[in-house]
């Protein structure tokens, strides 16, 4: 690869440098996230180095790969569409800062761009409709794919947006039937500021259904969160943590009608791949319901369907912590028996933080993605 030359776009190289360039700074171990394997990755960024790409950014015990001035020109050349707003300006991808907080900033984007994009979404500009931009007004423009945009490229609609203050998002995936406020906790519990974050909810639910996608999404649909965090660990963390709203730390409130939890994982990816994809949803959902009763809404406990017992019985393989909230709460305070069922990987935790009276039935997450995602 010579060091005037690009390596091929769909390379892994490329995707490589391309990732760098949308994050600003993209995480040293989140190379390992990456399709292939890790001493072809390895040997990548060496040669990124050797041929000036990238440098690699070491400070406060955070290493990360930044593009070099060359490489930025070289990208903004060959790719102008993918990179020229990423090198304009004194934006966090063209020039990013040193202070710890900016970086852990740029750190929870870049990880959540990894995730997306290992569950077949589109994060780049090029790849997906340019929904936020407001100067490409487009009343047939449609999502028919899922695609995640970042806050900074939401921030680009204008003055709407940029007025949002204290919100811990770090954008919205937009699917062909639904939407969802992304956030990303990194191994912590989170800040939440929960009027700045009503307020964001309301405003992009606004902005969507009525201005930008009227079309494609109903303004009286229940707004949607998506937390994203590094273990299933953190899920326990989050959802348990109901008094420490003097720490200003993330408590589950009202704020969303539904809100999902899902791992930066391979495990975490594939059910977010799911969720993007209604048809297979649907199916999963037929299949869970083979030999239960249909849903009964006029039962005291909220419920999917209901078995043969007369369990209420939850598909909770989303990790929706308000359902599954009430859901717990409902059984301890009617002292009845209901079943969840969620993945294998999220039972061991589901089953800490749920009474006595829940009842597991797990699925097999290798044999599911053996079936859906071959």
Sequence with gaps: M???????????????????????????????????????????IRIFKQKKFIKTFYKDKLRGHRLTVNSRNILAAENNERFESLFTGRTETNQPKNEINRRLRL???????????????SIFKDEK?????????NISLSVTSPSFYSSREIKCYGLDFVQIRGTRSVGILLTESDYFVVYNT????????????????????????RKLLPHQYRLDKESRGLILGDTMEQFYQLIT?????????FVLDQTYNSFLYLPNDCNGETVLRLLCDPEKTKELNYILSQDLYEHDPNMIVENDAVDKNGYPV??????????????NSALKTYNRKGIIICFDFQS???????????????????????????
């Design 2 to 44: 010579k060091q005037s030359k690009l390596p091929g776009r769909r390379s892994q190289a490329y995707n490589i440098l391309s990732l760098i360039a949308i994050s600003g700074e993209l995480p040293a171990d989140q190379i390992q996230r990456l399709p292939g394997g890790n001493a072809y990755k390895i040997k990548l």
């Design 107 to 121: 750190k929870s984007i870049a990880e959540t761009f990894v995730t997306m994009q290992n569950s077949g979404v």
């Design 129 to 137: 409709p340019d929904v936020f931009c407001p100067d490409k007004p």
């Design 186 to 209: 990194c191994g912590s519990l989170m800040k939440w500021e929960r009027q700045s974050e009503i307020k964001t909810s309301g405003l992009i639910s606004y902005i969507l259904c």
């Design 241 to 249: 943590n109901k008094n420490n709203v003097s720490k200003k730390s």
């Design 314 to 327: 939850l598909f909770a393989y989303d990790c929706d912590m308000p359902r599954i909230f009430r859901f």
């Design 348 to 374: 061991d935790v589901l089953k800490r933080y749920c009474c006595d009276n829940v009842i597991f039935e797990p699925i097999n997450t290798d044999k599911f993605k053996r079936r859906f995602f071959p």
